[in-house]
């Protein structure tokens, strides 16, 4: 069986400060893995995804994340981040095979203050 | 951008009661799903659905729920018989294709379900 722990429930920054949002998986076969956004009051939005090729990934409003094979991580990085990136991320794995669902992490809330 | 919708955004029912939440995919995707999510907890994986019929279920998704694409845009999730562990709030999702790899999921913005 899959699963996705993230390893922080809560952190809090200044804005403009670095931050790293931790995810650990366990899978036995290969997995898809993405980073998931939820802004208050809203629903998912999909931040980046991990499918193969480069291990650090792009994604969207200046986030990145490093997929690590060997510790089983795919952790979430911003060098600087802003008040507007106040919100919950979530780590979700899929496995490789059609229609499969996501399983998600508990969910990281990201608190950014000036 | 095309959007998943969802409705009601708040629906309140008291145990025992039947509800039916509604979403409405992007209108070219073909696979449909929904998730739930537990004030507090993580986002689950209730059911996917694809051509008419249930392509994947989790251990959630017990006889108490149903869904049900009942014309061309609607795709729905029915709680038979409310409890009040019931109580979260329900996601929609859609993707063109079934794989990750091309289609990403979209997520409606959710509906909060109070079961009292």
């Known amino acids: 069986a899959q699963s996705v722990t993230q390893l922080d429930s809560q952190v809090p920054v200044f804005e403009e400060a670095p931050v790293e949002l931790r995810c650990n998986y366990s899978s036995s076969v290969s997995v898809y893995l993405f980073w998931y956004v939820q802004y208050p009051n809203q629903g998912l939005q999909l931040l980046l995804k991990?499918?193969?090729?480069?291990?650090l990934v792009k994604g969207i409003n200046g986030f990145e994340a490093e997929f690590n094979k060997s510790q089983t991580s795919f952790h979430l990085r911003k060098p600087s981040v802003h008040i507007s990136d106040t919100a919950e991320y979530f780590c979700a794995v899929s496995l490789n095979q059609a229609g499969t669902a996501l399983i998600f992490g508990k969910g990281t809330t990201l608190s950014v203050s000036s | 951008e095309p959007e998943v919708t969802q409705t009601p955004s708040h629906q309140v029912t008291q145990m025992g009661q039947e509800v039916i939440l509604r979403c409405v995919p992007i209108s070219n995707h073909l696979y449909f799903y929904w998730y739930r999510q537990i004030l507090g907890q993580k986002v689950e994986f209730l059911v996917s659905f694809y051509n008419n019929e249930i392509s994947e279920k989790s251990e959630i998704f017990d006889d108490q729920f149903s869904v049900e694409r009942p014309d061309g845009s609607n795709f729905t999730l029915k709680i038979r018989s409310t409890k009040l562990e019931d109580s979260a709030m329900y996601f929609c999702?859609?993707?063109?294709?079934?794989?990750?790899?091309?289609?990403?999921?979209?997520f409606g913005n959710g509906t909060r379900l109070t079961v009292t």
């Open positions: 999702a859609s993707s063109e294709f079934g794989s990750s790899y091309n289609s990403p999921l979209h």
């Open positions: 991990y499918l193969s090729g480069s291990t």
